[in-house]
Nanobody, 118 residues
Framework: QVQLVESGGGLVQPGGSLRLSCAPSRTIFNVNAMGWYRQTPGNERELVAT???????NYADSVKGRFTISRDNAKNTVYLQMNTLKPEDTAVYYC????????????WGQGTQVTVSS
């Protein structure tokens, strides 16, 4: 069973920056899409950003212009650069690796806490 391991979360002041990383416990081939999602208590998990194998990105409106998703296919790693953080960005952030088709999979990380507070 593959595990996705996230790192980079923590406590930051409003206006600050954090960079999240996510890599699998073993190499996974042909990942169609990598993404970041977040969840706060009592709410559903919501999309933050995704990136396809071809580099096409998609962002939630609330993070456009502040967050940047990127991937390193050679390292099988996805990143989320978060700038100009706001208190409302406080959440548990989860990474996701997905492949569609015959040999499909949908892996999730264990989550990393991001807290934006002064």
């Amino acid at each position: 069973q593959v595990q996705l391991v996230e790192s980079g979360g923590g406590l930051v002041q409003p206006g600050g920056s954090l960079r999240l990383s996510c890599a699998p416990s073993r190499t996974i081939f042909n990942v169609n899409a990598m993404g970041w999602y977040r969840q706060t208590p009592g709410n559903e998990r919501e999309l933050v950003a995704t990136i396809t194998s071809g580099g096409t990105t998609n962002y939630a409106d609330s993070v456009k212009g502040r967050f940047t998703i990127s991937r390193d296919n050679a390292k099988n790693t996805v990143y989320l650069q978060m700038n100009t953080l706001k208190p409302e960005d406080t959440a548990v952030y989860y990474c996701n690796f997905r492949r569609e088709g015959v040999f499909s999979f949908n892996y999730w990380g264990q989550g990393t806490q991001v807290t934006v507070s002064s």
